[in-house]
Every structure is written in C-alpha cells, then in structure tokens.
Nanobody
C-alpha cells in the first residue's frame, strides 16, 4: 500500500503563495495519476486539481483555475500544488490522492482515488 505524505501548508495572508508537496512511497509512482482535494470545516471534500500519470494532462476546479498549478516529478516520487493569489475561501485541509488504476488520465471524482494522505492545513487570513 502506498503512503502519501503532504507538507507545505501553513498560514498566509490574502494574495500570498504556498507550495504543497506530496511524497509517495513505492516504485510505481510514475504509473499513476494524482490529485489534490480539499475540505473546509462543515463542508464536503472537493476536487482541486489532478494530473495524469504521464503529467501531460491536468485539470482544475473552476475556483482555482489560473491561480493553482499541479505538477509531478516522477524522479522524486512527488506531486506539487503551487498556490498563488490565495483567498480566504481557499482555507481548508488539503489532501493528495493517488488514483486506483494504472495509466489513468485525470479524474475529478473522489471515487477514482483509493490512496490518501493525512492532509495539510492551509489557512488564508484576510
């Protein structure tokens, strides 16, 4: 079973930037699509961004499009989420996840992912 460990969260002011990292265990990282989700207090977990196994395709939620960038470094077994122009409504716990199928393209569906990290808190102050 793969282990996913997120880091890089913290407190930032409106308009600031953070880069989240998600390090994965195992030797098959390059074969899997990855995603980032977030969950704010009292709300359901929602899709943020996804990247295909090859890194050639990406997808973003409308709320973060143009501000966030997902990337994948297969040599380091790490997926990143660069977050710019942060807003108070971006405050949430951010989770990275790995899709269950090999060689998959991007997916925004929570059920497509079967491995999750423990989450990292992002707080954006106004």
């Amino acid at each position: 079973q793969v282990q996913l460990v997120e880091s890089g969260g913290g407190l930032v002011q409106t308009g600031g930037s953070l880069r989240l990292s998600c390090a994965a265990s195992g030797r098959t990282f390059s074969s899997y699509a990855m995603g980032w989700f977030r969950q704010a207090p009292g709300k359901e977990r929602e899709f943020v961004a996804a990247i295909s196994w090859s890194g050639g395709s990406t997808s973003y939620s409308n709320s973060v499009k143009g501000r966030f960038t997902i990337s994948k470094d297969n040599a380091k077994n790490t997926v990143y989420l660069q977050m710019n122009s942060l807003r108070p409504e971006d405050t949430a716990v951010y989770y990275c996840a790995r899709q269950s199928r090999l060689w998959a393209e991007v997916s925004e569906a929570t059920y497509a992912y079967n491995s999750w990290g423990q989450g990292t808190q992002v707080t954006v102050s106004s």
